[in-house]
């Protein structure tokens, strides 16, 4: 272990997701049990330009591990965009004697530590917090689980009053680059068809698809759409021309919006954000810095961060092979 690392900050950064608190907790605890000193960073890299710090201990994250969100706050900031930004940033680290700094966020967050590192070498590690699941480097991002497990219940829900009325719903769930919810989450809604950026259904094919469901007896149906899915220009376009070509369905829509990023974390995301928690800072201790902490076939290992944030994540083709076969 270091001798030269004395204290720790920690922060979140970018858009908040469950399991964060678990993994400032993690990061505090290690601190604690090395004999590290740790200060929690309010609001992100805009905290960290305007000095706002305060001192965590054991006892400062007791009761935290099951709420979502952030309890340090997240934002954006245009500031440590900027050289001056960063500068100002490193000084007030400086003046508290911080010697390393661990970041909770997605790419755009590790964009910016990979920069603050190469200008100030000043000690880095990355834990990947995002419902997206977009990283990579890591099979699971914290708050991926727990969305998944919101989304699944949403549906279930949707089903209900679907089934009812004899109606189509069109469900649309985060994911504007990426499918990983729409297409995890559809299979275990059992959904009729997912639609995700990866793949392009076409709305033809997507009609062809309903009417062949509708002619083998079903009387409703649930179509998950992720937010970033190209075959229309939204989802309620989607609505319209299904309206327009196909008969005896009402088509109603459901936006799942920000719900999705709330909650109480799910087991699986506590136990991941402790596991990455203790990874990071003890990897610092070590002597490491510029990596991301990720999971992969279980395992806790080290991405470089310039890889975390230049790699594409890749849609699961079986999880697609099994969804054409469950919508049969």
């Known amino acids: 272990m270091s001798e030269t690392i004395k204290k720790l900050a920690v922060l979140t950064s970018g858009g ?7 993994a400032i907790r993690a990061v505090v605890r290690t601190c604690a049990f090395h004999s590290i000193e740790c200060v929690g960073v309010y609001r992100g890299y805009e905290g960290l330009i305007e000095g706002d710090f305060e001192p965590l201990d054991a006892r400062s994250v007791k009761g935290v591990i099951n709420k979502g969100g952030t309890f340090l706050k997240s934002a954006r900031s245009k500031t440590f965009r900027t050289k001056e930004g960063r500068e100002k940033a490193y000084q007030n680290l400086k003046n508290e004697n911080v010697d390393g700094l661990v970041v909770i966020g997605g790419d755009g967050s590790f964009t910016g530590a990979l920069v603050f590192n190469s200008e100030f070498n000043f000690p880095v590690m990355g834990i990947p917090g995002t419902i997206d699941n977009d990283i990579f480097g890591t099979s699971h991002t914290l708050g991926f689980d727990t969305a998944l497990n919101t989304v699944v219940d949403a549906i279930d829900k949707i089903r209900d009053t679907a ?3 004899n109606r189509l719903f069109f469900v649309e769930v985060m994911g504007r680059d990426v499918g990983h919810i729409a297409l995890n989450a559809g299979i275990a809604g059992g959904a ?3 639609l995700i950026p990866e793949e392009d259904l076409g709305l033809e094919r997507l009609v062809d698809s309903l009417n062949k469901s509708k002619t083998t007896g079903k009387t409703s149906s649930i179509v998950i759409v992720a937010e970033g899915d190209k075959i229309g220009k939204n989802i ?4 319209d021309y299904v309206d327009q070509n196909m008969e005896g369905y009402d088509v109603r829509v459901s936006v799942l919006g920000h719900m999705q990023r709330g909650g109480a974390p799910s087991c699986f995301d506590r136990v991941l954000a402790s596991r990455m928690g203790v990874k990071a800072v003890e990897s610092i201790l070590d002597g490491e810095t510029n990596y ?5 076939n279980g395992k806790i290992q080290l991405t470089p961060l310039e890889k975390a944030i230049k790699g594409k994540t890749k849609i699961n083709l079986e999880l697609l092979r099994v ?3 469950m919508s049969t």
């Open 323 to 325: 969804s054409d076969i």
């Open 163 to 165: 089934s009812s009325h």
């Open 292 to 296: 991301m902490v990720g999971l992969n």
């Open 16 to 22: 908040d997701s469950p399991g964060m608190n678990a």
């Open 236 to 239: 309620f376009e989607l609505k």
């Open 192 to 194: 009729e068809e997912i």
